[in-house]
């Protein structure tokens, strides 16, 4: 059972510029373990440490696994940068905090992810499609923008009138399951 609630789109805690980790203390390692915990759960290949509601620059990625391939090798990154995109390329991304919603996105096709391992190491990646999309789309959380920030206009206002609707279904139904 996930021990944090992933936030969903439009909570504005979303959108808070997450601070960068001045120095690994045990609730950084402890929030590291939560988001891996969550993200292999959920299931996803990566989320940032805003998503469930902490503003720290911390994110976890493991773009290989899968649930038919058990094998894990997950990234955790603190204060990771974004640094040399090359090339441009479309992916249809999803969100674990944008529910029910599945859009192309055009990002950098090869990026260098710079960033410190939990122990303080200098981490330097030379990432490229998925990979390399990923890392954008995490770093993208720690400064408050999502990705359907990323795509047109028209498609992004349907989604939020989709999603609107969607949370009024869900408070009348509450609203109606709740005793008199
Ligand atoms: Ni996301």
């Not at 609730?27 to 759960?41: H, N, P, Q, T, V």
């Not at 090339?87 to 990002?107: F, M, Q, Y």
């Not at 303080?120 to 720690?142: K, M, P, R, T, Y």
Request: net charge negative; charged share 35%.
């Amino acid at each position: 059972m996930a021990l944090r609630e992933v936030l969903k789109f439009p909570d504005k805690r979303l959108r808070t510029v997450s601070r960068p980790i001045a120095e690994v203390t045990d609730e950084i390692r402890a929030l590291a373990d939560d988001l891996l915990e969550i993200m292999y759960d959920e299931p996803g290949i990566g989320l940032a440490a805003p998503q469930v509601g902490e503003a720290v620059r911390l994110i976890v990625v493991d773009t290989e696994w899968t649930r038919e391939d058990t094998e894990r090798n997950p990234l955790v990154l603190v204060n990771p940068e974004v640094h040399d995109p090359e090339g441009r390329i479309v992916w249809t991304e999803g969100c674990l905090s944008v529910p029910d919603c599945e859009a192309e996105v055009e990002r950098a096709e090869r990026i260098r992810l710079r960033a410190q391992d939990l122990d303080g190491n200098e981490l330097s990646i030379d990432a490229s499609d998925l990979q390399a999309v990923c890392f954008q789309h995490e770093v993208d959380h720690l400064d408050g923008i999502l990705f359907i920030d990323r795509i047109s206009r028209l498609k992004r206002n349907l989604y939020v009138q989709k999603r609107k609707k969607q949370l009024r279904r869900e408070l009348e139904e509450a609203g109606s399951a709740t005793p008199a």
